[in-house]
């Protein structure tokens, strides 16, 4: 591994005033490996699901630095699926016993570490709360990965956060953003938080031009939101905005691929699209935009990002901490136009995008047309991006993770601070 030398500083609390430090040394010299088995606790693939698909990438880039990794799937009862051989074990989302059995088959298997991607609505009970069950119970090292920090909505969700928070050895946040509202409204410590990037798989495709080709739309300035379509995704505000982009694009094609979420589609079945369908032609833009009414698998899903002039992500929701498609776009070196949620204004600032209003078409049109009449502007953009982006490659995030399991591994108790003078060195990585 690329590490010469990590360095963790465990402190001692003894009594009320008198607190003890000493440091740990673990070191690592060039082309040494160190084995470790953890076990990641996520949704997976082949569900059609965000978590699970970074869950998927995750894994292999662990297993690429020499981790073996065991996976437990949280199967969701949507769909009757067949998981590949990596997944060890499986819960039934709402089975609070398969929970308990869960963490028992970790503790007989043993861990170093134990990885679990947490987000609210994959884990059954009210704000999943049964995924306590498991990690009350799991002997191993807690690393807990949040893809969703925002502030409790009821008692219950705050209580429930708290308790992950409070079990958890080492969390883990995908912004800045997520770091404030952690502070801002749960009793932690920050000094367990760490912030790593969301990952990123670069892929080898042809050129835009290229891709334009083969997709027909050569001649067209393609702006596009990529992935799951649901009402937060703030989609039909870009299609209002086309209207006006057209009078000064006139070669706009608004590009938007992905089917309904399938949570989103067992409750109200293909409503939004629908909707979006019925707004463009109502609109009189149904030839500005293309509808690519299919679920992208890894590589289409870079080639349409390849062949975009511009990204736009109109999301309604302020309080979104993680976004999957910003952080390819930002990493393929893609001009973004964005509302200024959480995850945006972190990624996006210092010239790296540019931002807009919510629920806005008209502040949506000016930023989207501004980027196509000023190529310059366009390329500074790009460059500042794609620089940026580097940080995500999925290599570099598992190498950081790994640090992170040797500290989780050195926290057995779960009350552990680190003491205050090495707080800001390890706190972000």
Not at 151 to 180: A, C, K, W, Y
Not at 340 to 347: E, I, N, T, Y
Not at 411 to 421: D, F, G, H, L, M
Request: neutral net charge; glycine residues 6%; proline residues 3%.
């Amino acid at each position: 591994m690329n590490i010469l030398a990590y360095i963790v500083w465990l402190g001692d609390t003894v009594g009320q005033q008198n607190r003890k430090s000493k440091a740990v040394f673990s070191i690592f010299l060039p082309g040494e490996v160190m084995f470790m088995k953890v076990h990641v606790i996520s949704t997976y693939v082949p569900a059609k699901c965000g978590i699970a698909e970074y869950a998927s990438d995750l894994v292999k880039a662990l297993e690429n630095i020499g981790v073996e990794v065991n996976v437990i799937a949280v199967d969701q009862g949507v769909e009757h699926l067949t998981y590949p051989s990596n997944v060890s074990y499986v819960i039934k989302r709402d089975s609070e016993q398969d929970y308990i059995e869960a963490a028992e088959y970790v503790n007989s298997e043993g861990a170093d570490v134990v990885l679990i991607q947490h987000e609210y609505g994959i884990f059954g009970g009210r704000w999943g709360c049964h995924l306590l069950h498991f990690m009350e119970k799991v002997d191993a090292p807690l690393v807990t990965t949040l893809h969703t920090v925002i502030p409790p909505l009821d008692d219950f969700m705050d209580e429930v956060t708290q308790r992950i928070l409070e079990l958890s050895n080492v969390t883990t946040v995908m912004s800045r953003g997520s770091l404030r509202v952690l502070h801002e409204c749960y009793d932690i410590d920050g000094c367990n938080v760490r912030i790593v990037p969301h990952g990123v798989r670069f892929i080898q495709t042809e050129g835009k031009d290229c891709i334009k080709a083969k997709l027909g739309i050569s001649n067209r300035f393609i702006m596009s939101t990529i992935g799951f379509l649901s009402p937060n995704k703030g989609i039909e505000y870009a299609i209002m905005a086309l209207p006006k982009i057209k009078r000064y694009v006139s070669n706009i094609l608004y590009l938007i691929v992905g089917t309904v979420h399938p949570k989103q589609k067992q409750t109200h079945g293909d409503s939004y699209y629908k909707k979006l369908v019925n707004l463009a032609e109502d609109l009189k833009v149904k030839d500005q935009v293309l509808f690519i009414n299919a679920f992208p698998e890894k590589e289409n899903y870079v080639r349409y990002i390849v062949a975009s002039d511009v990204i736009v992500l109109p999301y309604t929701n302020e309080m979104q901490v993680s976004s999957g498609f910003l952080a390819h776009a930002l990493s393929y070196g893609k001009a973004i136009v964005s509302t200024p949620f959480v995850h945006a204004k972190d990624l996006l600032s210092n010239g790296r995008g540019l931002l807009c209003k919510f629920k806005d078409p008209d502040s949506v049109a000016d930023a989207v047309i501004k980027l196509a009449g000023d190529q310059d502007l366009r390329a500074e953009i790009e460059t500042k991006a794609l620089r940026y982006g580097l940080r995500f490659k999925w290599e570099n995030v598992a190498e950081v993770l790994l640090r992170i399991f040797m500290e989780a591994s050195l926290r057995r108790e779960k009350t552990y601070v680190i003491p205050a003078y090495a707080q800001e060195s390890q706190r972000i990585y």
